[in-house]
């Protein structure tokens, strides 16, 4: 099986501009989760899209939103960049069979906000 | 309050040797999960184990292994045989509610950097 991929691996934006980074999960998984990671705030949940319904969303403002589509890939849309915005963004792909359970992670996205 | 605290921002450890780093934990939720990750410098995040709250064993996945104590709220990941590609970012990360039903949210400890030494 394919692994989580993400694109881009890396971006850079200025202030103001907007941004939409992109997961496609593991074949078969229908979860997918967004997480923010930074040095001062470390990993931060976003939200979870699962059949594409998002079903929890993190602290974060209104510019942040996603959506997943009918083939389970999800993309995350960030407007009005900040510089606080830098960060990696890692996707988390999902499924839980029977006792076991698999979370596996993207590449991430490397953003740079200038 | 923290839900995951890792109380060792390092470690240090000597090829070969094993070495423990900690986890604790705080729910409310009698089912979840918790799970170790591994992130290198490169910063992809490697999934290492799983243990489920009802799972009465302790999980084991080849040089890993989950000293899982429920009553104590404690995850401790163990890793027998350090090698030099252990040294990465270690981090405990939690899942309050099991099964497909519930959302996949994890929540993370703040890391513990793990430095294997030759």
């Known amino acids: 099986k394919a692994g989580v991929t993400q694109t881009p691996r890396y971006l850079i934006k200025t202030r103001g501009q907007q941004v939409t980074l992109s997961c496609s999960p593991i074949s078969g998984h229908r979860s997918v989760s967004w997480y923010q990671q930074t040095p001062g705030q470390g990993l931060q949940f976003l939200f979870e899209?699962?059949?594409?319904?998002?079903?929890n969303k993190g602290n974060f403002p209104g510019r942040f939103s996603g959506r997943q589509f009918s083939n389970s890939r999800s993309e995350m849309n960030v407007s009005t960049l900040e510089l606080g915005d830098s960060a990696l963004y890692l996707c988390?792909?999902?499924?839980?069979?029977?006792?076991?359970?698999?979370?596996?992670f993207g590449p991430g996205t490397r953003l740079l906000v200038l | 309050a923290q839900k995951i605290t890792q109380t060792q921002p390092g470690m240090f450890v000597q090829e070969k040797e094993a070495v423990t780093l900690d986890c604790t934990y705080d729910?409310?939720?009698?089912?979840?999960?918790l799970f170790w990750y591994k992130q290198p410098s490169s910063g992809e995040m490697i999934f290492l184990i799983y243990q489920g709250s009802y799972d009465q064993q302790n999980a084991t996945e080849g040089r890993y292994s989950l000293n899982f104590q429920k009553a104590r709220k404690s995850a401790n990941l163990v890793i027998s045989a350090s090698q030099l590609g252990d040294s990465a970012m270690y981090f405990c990360?939690?899942?309050?509610?099991?099964?497909?039903?519930?959302?996949?949210?994890?929540?993370f400890g703040k890391g513990t950097l793990l430095t294997v030494n030759p």
């Open positions: 988390a792909s999902s499924q839980a069979t029977g006792r076991q359970e698999t979370q596996y």
């Open positions: 729910t409310s939720d009698p089912s979840y999960g």
């Open positions: 990360a939690m899942r309050e509610g099991l099964g497909g039903g519930s959302n996949y949210k994890l929540t």
């Open positions: 899209y699962f059949s594409e319904t998002q079903r």
